[in-house]
């Protein structure tokens, strides 16, 4: 393929794909393993992604009002911890001159979460709500389908419709025509009843029978509603104010013991790789006893941050509250970091906004706040930034220099959340026993019931049907017994 078709390729993804075994496990996974049709996939992409100038497609080369229409964006997280694409409907005109510019403006939005979560899979919510006609777009949605099916493999988790009009039935049916068996199983049609099976009502606008808030604007380029700064302290009420007390007296006396041990530690070291040996070591010794996985480092061009993708905290159960971000400066100049969260009034974070000198090692605590849980869906986003050596490093001058500091020389890393179950106590258990409950059984009842739901759904459509067989039998039946009647009329009426 290289041979016959570099020219048709972008040098740069023909690169990554060299490089990123995950980008080519994800065709292969898309393929089920099948070789062929995993390059002819790729094949296909590759083309497509050149012809889209995908890994050049930026806000300042796509027009303004595309931005502003508010057809098209990324908020929020289903039930499961993955982003939602949001497609709302209602702004979408058909419109063959623009057309062009509104499909990169799908593969702006793709290529963008893409590059920023690492290739994470999405959850497509075509809000049908007010609908019509009019906005029927069938090239449009064959696009938004094919980006899922042909280009972007493995990135696809489920596709929810609401409230669909009965107008667009036959529409939808020349969509599932193009979907694969895989993406048709992924179809979840919903409405205001049962759309939060899918999609908590906090992520779900009032419309969909929802408690979010929030409302399309642009400038800025909608993100993941990162909220900053981030108080050190968190959200302390009267009510849990003794008790945040004295959490933050606990974690200060945890913060000064880490920190004794990494000035014993430093005073050892002679370059930044014997650093990244001892956080090896700290980190074994600190991480949580509920973790399922060794931490893993994530290098950026700043900070090393470890761990790499996800915090680790407890369920309920569990009472694992606190999580260790180590941040490892690998320049030669002082890094000013800060960190913000999509779930400002259930995290503390500390520090949450300061500097890290060159070549040392520094530890954020992030603890949840009174009695909230973690949750899949809660995102931290780590900033960092070079500083000039003769600026000061105070509240006052990080303030400054995060308001003159260009975009382009900021760092962005993302962390997400992932909560480990225990055992339940025994007495617990016990509780449960004795009332027949069993203690994990929640989300196969889940399960069970969705699956009873789809069968009703289909028994109704089947009892549906014979409802109307039966009244066409009972229709043909009356015009039958008509049609004799009058044959024995005119019988009759001959012979007399």
């Not at 019509?132 to 064959?142: A, C, M, P, T, Y």
């Not at 979907?179 to 419309?207: C, R, W």
């Not at 905290?313 to 320049?331: A, R």
Request: overall charge negative; hydrophobic content about 35%; glycine content about 4%.
């Amino acid at each position: 393929y290289l041979l016959d078709k570099s020219d048709k390729y972008d040098a740069r993804d023909v690169e990554r794909l060299q490089q990123d075994d995950k980008w080519v496990e994800n065709y292969l996974i898309w393929r089920h393993d099948v070789v062929d049709d995993t390059l002819k996939m790729i094949d296909e992409s590759f083309q497509w992604r050149k012809d889209y100038t995908v890994n050049d497609l930026t806000e300042s080369v796509l027009p303004k009002w595309l931005f502003e229409n508010g057809s098209l964006f990324l908020h929020g997280y289903d039930k499961e911890g993955y982003k939602l694409f949001w497609f709302r409907v209602k702004h979408h005109t058909r419109d063959p001159k623009q057309q062009l510019e509104k499909k990169k403006l799908v593969a702006f939005w793709l290529e963008h979460y893409a590059k920023r979560d690492h290739g994470k899979p999405l959850t497509v919510v075509f809000d049908m709500a007010e609908t019509g006609i009019s906005h029927i777009d069938l090239d449009f949605v064959r696009f938004i389908v094919s980006c899922f099916t042909d280009y972007y493999p493995n990135f696809l988790t489920k596709i929810v419709i609401f409230e669909m009009p009965w107008i667009m039935n036959a529409a939808f049916k020349i969509v599932k025509g193009w979907l694969g068996p895989d993406a048709i199983s992924m179809l979840k049609f919903t409405n205001k009843s049962d759309v939060q099976e899918y999609i908590s009502g906090e992520y779900l606008p009032p419309h969909m029978g929802g408690t979010d808030s929030f409302k399309y604007s642009y400038p800025p380029l909608v993100d993941d509603d990162f909220q900053t700064p981030l108080c050190e302290n968190g959200p302390i009420t009267s009510e849990d104010e003794h008790e945040s007390k004295e959490e933050i007296d606990a974690d200060t006396k945890e913060t000064g013991e880490l920190n004794e041990e990494q000035n014993l530690n430093q005073k050892k070291m002679n370059s930044i790789e014997q650093i990244s040996k001892s956080e090896e070591t700290d980190k074994t010794e600190i991480k949580p006893k509920n973790a399922k996985k060794a931490l893993t480092t994530f290098k950026g061009p700043l900070l090393h941050i470890s761990p790499a993708e996800e915090l680790y905290f407890g369920s309920k159960e569990t009472g694992e509250k606190k999580c260790l971000i180590v941040l490892t400066n690998v320049t030669k100049n002082i890094v000013a970091f800060k960190v913000r969260t999509t779930a400002p009034e259930k995290y503390r974070v500390k520090p949450s906004n300061s500097s890290c000198e060159p070549g040392t090692s520094l530890d954020i605590i992030v603890s949840l706040h009174g009695g909230f849980a973690a949750s899949l869906q809660d995102r931290f986003l780590i900033m960092a930034a070079e500083m000039d050596q003769s600026s000061g490093a105070g509240v006052p001058e990080l303030t400054q220099f995060w308001k003159e500091v260009p975009r382009t020389k900021v760092m962005e890393h993302r962390l997400r959340c992932h909560v480990v179950e225990s055992s339940k106590p025994s007495s617990l258990i016990l509780k449960e026993n004795a009332f027949n409950i069993p203690a994990k059984n929640n989300e196969d009842l889940h399960v069970q019931l969705t699956r009873l739901l789809q069968i009703n759904k289909r028994l109704q459509e089947q009892i549906e049907r014979c409802l109307w067989f039966q009244q066409l039998s009972v229709v043909i039946s009356l015009l039958s017994v008509t049609v004799v009647a009058f044959c024995f009329y005119l019988a009759y009426t001959q012979r007399s």
